[in-house]
């Protein structure tokens, strides 16, 4: 081999890419790693939102052998404690309790040392693949696909290739690791007040796979489905409705839906159920009442109680938090508020009771209806337009 064949192929490769070609390749092999991560580890593996054929599952499996070295049972392990531990101290990952800056920056090396804890791998492991090839290549040789995945890409590319194996090796520490375990329970907006603090980074779930919708998933963690508003998109679910069209994957499980029956004026049984089956969307509806009673009150709170407009932004924060969580001093920010405004302290308190009628497992069925009816009456006596229109719609719920 000659010189110039030599720096040819380090230039080119085997294949010899344009620079827009690499480009191109490195995107489209990335998210491969993204679709194999959220459709067979998170939503096959850890949450048992669908059953996957053989065939998918086996190219999920080589594929992140080759691209990122996991473990099926450690990632499986690690998330499932994550959900049980969630923004608590036995939280893996959690920014909460580890600072945003320690998980979106070291999020990968979190991820290694819980994988470490035997007893997270013993508890919360179960169920995930321990055949001859699991056992003998994918775990026992993890390092070793990523390793293989390095000559391949300096065989077909050159010298460049091994830039865009570093990509692929950061790919899932930067987005999944950091951005959807950082982020994601730090920053964005929530569909649902769900008891952890997981947000929807942006509605639009194309470049981590749907993961992007994250206090979605956490309020239903074993949907299939991570979308859940007509203006959200999750990518991972149509490559699942694809792989279940070819009859390569079978939906388990979606996020309930509630359905209604219009003009029904007294809240049955059918109701108490639909209500506390339908619960996140419920409270979801009832924040968006809050929102319009905060409207109309807001006006009368800085012309005559001239409350500062500081103050009352902070407020607006508080009322939208579940006060169970709300610290003293917070508490008390409510009860200044309140002095000003018996709208928003009716609002406040019948959005507490109507969260207790489902947490009161003790309470027989006829009991809970009773208390459920006792707060539709109470609601429509209020005189408070938005809290009125609300349980008009709860009485509705079918």
Same mark, same amino acid.
């Given at each position: 081999?000659? &010189? ?5 192929? &380090? ?7 344009? @620079? ?10 990335? $998210? ?9 580890? $998170?939503?096959?593996?850890? $949450? ?17 052998? &080759?691209?990122? /070295? ?5 990632? @499986? ?21 580890? +600072? ?8 990968? %090396? ?24 699991? !056992?003998?290549? #994918?775990? !026992?040789?993890? =390092? ?16 460049? /290739?091994?830039?865009? =194996?570093?990509?692929?090796?950061? =790919? ?13 329970? #730090?920053?964005? #907006? !929530? ?17 981590? +796979?749907?993961? %992007? &919708?994250?206090?979605?998933? $956490? ?59 339908? !619960? #996140? ?71 507490? %009771?109507? /969260? @207790? ?22 609601? %429509? ?18």
């Amino acid at each position: 081999m000659t &010189l110039s064949s030599i720096l040819e192929f &380090l230039s080119n490769g085997l294949v010899g890419l344009t @620079a827009w070609q690499v480009v191109v390749y490195t995107l489209v092999v990335t $998210h491969i790693t993204i679709a194999s991560v959220t459709i067979y580890l $998170h939503r096959h593996q850890a $949450h048992r939102a669908l059953d996957l054929h053989a065939i998918p599952s086996h190219f999920f499996r080589f594929w992140l052998w &080759l691209t990122t /070295g996991q473990v099926t049972k450690e990632w @499986a392990a690690i998330h499932r404690k994550h959900h049980a531990k969630c923004d608590t101290e036995e939280d893996p990952h959690s920014p909460v309790t580890r +600072g945003i800056r320690k998980v979106l920056f070291e999020g990968a %090396e979190l991820y290694r040392i819980e994988s470490k804890n035997m007893e997270t791998m013993d508890k919360y492991g179960h169920g995930t693949p321990s055949d001859w090839i699991e !056992r003998n290549v #994918y775990t !026992r040789f993890s =390092w070793q696909g990523i390793a293989l995945l390095f000559v391949i890409n300096f065989a077909l590319f050159g010298v460049i /290739g091994i830039t865009i =194996w570093a990509i692929q090796m950061a =790919w899932i520490p930067i987005t999944a690791a950091g951005i959807i375990n950082g982020i994601g329970h #730090y920053w964005g #907006y !929530r569909n649902y007040d769900c008891a952890d603090a997981a947000t929807n980074i942006i509605p639009f779930g194309i470049l981590i +796979g749907g993961e %992007e &919708l994250h206090n979605n998933h $956490h309020t239903f963690a074993t949907s299939a489905k991570l979308s859940s508003k007509w203006y959200e998109f999750d990518i991972g679910y149509f490559y699942i409705r694809v792989l279940e069209t070819l009859g390569l994957a079978k939906i388990k499980k979606l996020a309930p839906k509630p359905s209604f029956e219009q003009g029904k004026m007294v809240a049955d049984f059918d109701t108490l159920q639909s209500v506390i089956a339908n !619960r #996140y969307d419920v409270m979801a509806k009832y924040a968006k009442s809050f929102k319009h009673a905060w409207r109309e009150e807001v006006t009368h709170l800085k012309e005559k109680a001239q409350l500062e407009s500081r103050f009352l932004k902070s407020s607006r924060k508080l009322l939208k938090r579940d006060p169970a969580k709300l610290e003293a001093s917070h508490k008390q920010q409510l009860v200044e508020l309140f002095e000003h405004s018996k709208a928003l302290e009716t609002m406040h308190n019948m959005r507490v %009771e109507l /969260g @207790a009628i489902w947490e009161r497992s003790h309470f027989t069925r006829d009991q809970l209806l009773q208390q459920l009816q006792d707060w539709c009456t109470r609601a %429509e006596a209020s005189g408070i337009k938005s809290l009125q229109e609300f349980s008009m719609r709860l009485r509705s719920y079918a």
